[in-house]
């Protein structure tokens, strides 16, 4: 029945794509961004969950000040 549905719709074949072409710029996106972030900020965020409340900045701005 289901698939007697999605028959009917006019131009059905063209969300597969959509939502492939979606997937795919998301993960070049984010992949460009891995490639280009700043290396000594990721150190410093991975490293925000283990600081006491005392040393930790409080926002990434306050962060790039400091240093």
Known sequence: M???VLQSITGVAIYPL???????????GLMVYILIVNRQH????????LEDNDEAPKSHLEHDVLC
């Open 18 to 28: 959509i939502s492939f072409a979606i997937f795919f710029l998301f993960f070049i």
């Open 42 to 49: 990721l150190s410093t965020m991975s490293q925000l969950p």
């Open 2 to 4: 289901e698939k007697n």
